[in-house]
């Protein structure tokens, strides 16, 4: 999996490419997990490269989601694909992202 | 128990001072019952008593009447000398009415006549004898009776019958039942002397009982303090029981209650930490010692501390700016202390961020507290400092061709009259600069769209192959014009999309126009598309100068210019890339750049197919 991140302001967009399943979810959650203690949780996921998640991806997710919880934050997800969208609703995840269309929407959300 | 209690109760106390515990009623049936068996035995000895007197009277009346009789018999026949029959009617008189002895003696003391035969000692009555006749004798004793009857044979002399008759034992036999009966009386009393001794002592713990009961019933008394002495027996005992499992009972609904309490308020008080929580905001509580009361988990996060390590420590240890620590002081000492708001710097860096610390004066009854409200608005300032710079910069874009066109209108105005074909140039060049103003206009448009997060798609369907034909047309002649050998390299068959056909197109015309403007005379460009794993690929690679590494994700970002002296020249506005980036992300798919200085560049525009559009 490729991990590349843009700043958007004070905002750090992260772009993952490719499926968040398997070793690649733990990667990914060691790597979100610097980025929000670096930026004090201002990280936006850009889900627009994810194809899919498994249920290690899923897990990686909302673990993040709920450690941000503690400091009254959320996980701050945009452009996620239909099938991701579904996989969160219907694992009953949803309440804890806060979903965007796009990255600009994403970072906005942190004015 | 023992204030404003009624008459009655007071009665009852009253007694229940002198015979505490007695039921009176029980003592009443006791005294009645006791005094008719008392007068039951009495009746019974007085009638046996009486009885036996009686008895004793007509028994010696009796035993005198046989005596008479048998000495009148006894004188008949031993006149005519019938022995046999006298000793007959001896034996059998004193065997029919239980007489102990029976005799007839002669005045030797011979024996004539007995009960006993065997006693006999004279057999045959002499023809005459002397002595004289005795008197009439009667003799008592407490178990017999003697008589002794003078009896007269004519002719012949006198003789004595002596008769000897128990009492007692015929009295006792007749005064058997009342004897039996006063025996049962006397049991009855005794048993129940028995049983009021045992039963006045339970009574006694019933007693109090009832009139425990009694004062509850009248005032309410607390049943707590009116425990019995456990001397009074096992219903006292029992009672006391009762009274401990009452007060256990009092007790464990109390804790229970209290436990629910404890529980609710715990509740609340998790209920409100969870919503104090909940805000995005780091708060902190701090006493009048500096001291945290409570800080949220955002606080812990902007303070970068862990929150154990923050609660009940001094605010200095989170918070070191001085202004930070009198604001916060001044706040809780005072609550009459202005509200302050303080914006600090956190680090070097811009991820480090600037934090907005709002201390206010909190009071609550005579506890006062100053509550840090931490905010960060790192973004708003990014935000603002961007917007200053976009307008800035947009303002200089704007400007230049501006400029240009300002100046080449005043020399078209010079020279119109004396030059035509300078003033024609002048033209040429007001129209390029007007449609470079215009291109300038509509990307700093797009970007501010991106910006305000209204860049929005159109969707329909894109015959790409029609795009790229279009793409190759548009930019041919400036090709052609700096010697540049610009090709390309298609499969057979390219996908219909369903993409934003004009933002699609700027995209790919705004890689063309840089690889263009970037590649020197004599370069070459290609542009190539790909198709697999459901994604399409479209390369626009050139010869040209080359992007260094440090910048090649940079130039990604709004107006940003390379560093790169031989980019100096070269005009453009720095929104072309951001741009055609945006357009990419916001099909799901990117734009990736590869390059190396002084070689050229590879800018890929990534796309997301579906299976059917493949």
């Not at chain 1, 941000?68 to 995840?93: F, H, M, P, W, Y």
């Not at chain 2, 065997?118 to 008589?147: D, K, Q």
């Not at chain 2, 008759?165 to 009855?188: F, K, N, S, V, Y």
């Not at chain 2, 940003?560 to 799901?588: F, Q």
Request: hydrophobic share 45%.
């Amino acid at each position: 999996m490729e991990i590349q991140t843009q700043y958007r302001g004070a905002v750090l967009v992260v772009r993952p490419s490719g499926p968040l399943a398997g070793a690649d979810a733990e990667t990914f959650k060691t790597a979100m997990e610097g980025f929000l203690r670096e930026n004090l949780g201002r990280v936006v996921i850009d889900a627009s490269a994810l194809p899919y998640v498994d249920s290690k991806g899923l897990e990686s997710l909302a673990d993040m989601a709920a450690e941000l919880s503690l400091s009254g934050k959320g996980l701050k997800l945009c452009a996620a694909n239909d099938t991701l969208r579904q996989v969160i609703e219907l694992t009953g995840l949803s309440p804890q992202f806060e979903h965007f269309e796009d990255a600009n929407s994403a970072v906005r959300s942190f004015l | 128990m023992h204030t404003d209690r009624p008459v009655i109760s007071k009665l009852f106390a009253a007694k229940s001072d002198m015979l505490r515990g007695d039921s009176l009623f029980a003592v009443i049936i006791f005294v009645v019952v006791a005094l008719f068996l008392f007068n039951l035995v009495a009746s019974i000895w007085n009638n046996i008593v009486f009885q036996k007197g009686i008895e004793q009277k007509a028994s010696v009346q009796h035993t005198k009447a046989i005596g008479s009789v048998l000495a009148k018999a006894a004188e008949s026949l031993m006149s005519a000398n019938e022995l046999s029959l006298l000793r007959r009617t001896v034996a059998e008189t004193a065997l029919e009415h239980h007489l102990r002895s029976c005799r007839i003696i002669l005045p030797d003391g011979a024996i004539l006549a007995d009960a006993d035969p065997a006693s006999i000692t004279l057999i045959n009555l002499p023809a005459s004898w002397e002595g004289t006749a005795p008197e009439y004798v009667e003799e008592f004793s407490r178990r017999s009776m003697h008589f002794r009857y003078p009896l007269t044979v004519p002719g012949r002399g006198s003789a004595t019958l002596k008769i000897a008759a128990g009492i007692d034992d015929r009295l006792e036999a007749a005064l058997a039942p009342q004897t039996a009966q006063m025996a049962i009386a006397c049991l009855a009393l005794a048993s129940m002397l028995l049983v009021h001794r045992h039963s006045r002592f339970r009574l006694k713990a019933l007693g109090a009982i009832q009139e425990i009961l009694l004062a509850v019933r009248d005032d309410g008394a607390d049943i707590s303090s009116l425990e019995l002495d456990p001397k009074l027996g096992l219903e006292a005992v029992a009672w006391n029981k009762l009274l401990g499992a009452r007060q256990n009972t009092q007790m464990r609904s109390a804790i229970q209650h209290v436990k629910e309490s404890v529980h609710e308020k715990s509740e609340a008080t998790e209920a409100l930490g969870a919503a104090f929580d909940a805000v995005s905001s780091g708060l902190i509580l701090v006493n009048r010692k500096m001291e945290i009361e409570h800080v949220n988990g955002a606080a812990a996060v902007f303070l970068q501390a862990g929150r154990p390590s923050l609660l009940r420590a001094q605010v200095s240890t989170a918070i070191k700016d001085p202004r930070m620590l009198e604001a916060v002081r001044a706040a809780a000492e005072n609550p009459a202390a202005k509200r302050a708001v303080i914006e600090v710097e956190q680090g070097p860096t811009v991820t480090a961020g600037v934090l907005r610390f709002t201390v206010v004066p909190i009071r609550q009854g005579p506890l006062h507290f100053a509550l840090v409200t931490i905010e960060d608005i790192t973004q708003q300032r990014v935000a603002t400092a961007a917007m200053n710079s976009f307008l800035a910069k947009a303002a200089h874009e704007l400007r230049t061709p501006l400029t240009n066109i300002r100046l080449f209108v005043e020399e078209a105005l010079e020279q119109c009259a004396r030059d035509a074909a300078a003033a024609s140039r002048c033209l040429n060049v007001i129209n390029e600069e007007a449609q470079r103003l215009d291109r300038t206009v509509a990307e700093i448009l797009s970007a501010s769209q991106i910006e305000a997060g209204s860049f929005e798609l159109k969707r329909d369907d894109v015959h790409l192959d029609t795009l790229l034909q279009q793409l190759k047309a548009d930019h041919e002649a400036q090709a052609k014009e700096k010697r540049i050998a610009y090709e390309f390299d298609l499969p057979p068959k390219l996908p219909i999309l369903q993409a934003d056909r004009d933002k699609i197109s700027l995209a790919l015309h705004n890689l063309v126009g840089n690889a263009l403007k970037y590649t020197l005379d004599g370069g070459r460009i290609v542009v190539s598309a790909q198709v697999e794993n459901r994604r399409l690929s479209v390369a626009v690679t050139d010869t040209g100068i080359g992007i260094g590494p440090e910048e090649i994700e940079k130039v990604f970002e709004k107006f940003y210019r390379s560093k790169n002296p031989l980019a100096a020249s070269v005009k453009g506005s720095g929104l072309g890339l951001p741009i055609a980036r945006e357009v990419a992300r916001l099909h799901g798919g990117d734009i990736t750049a590869e390059s190396e200085l002084g070689k050229g560049s590879t800018f890929t525009l990534i796309l997301p197919i579906t299976e059917e559009q493949a």
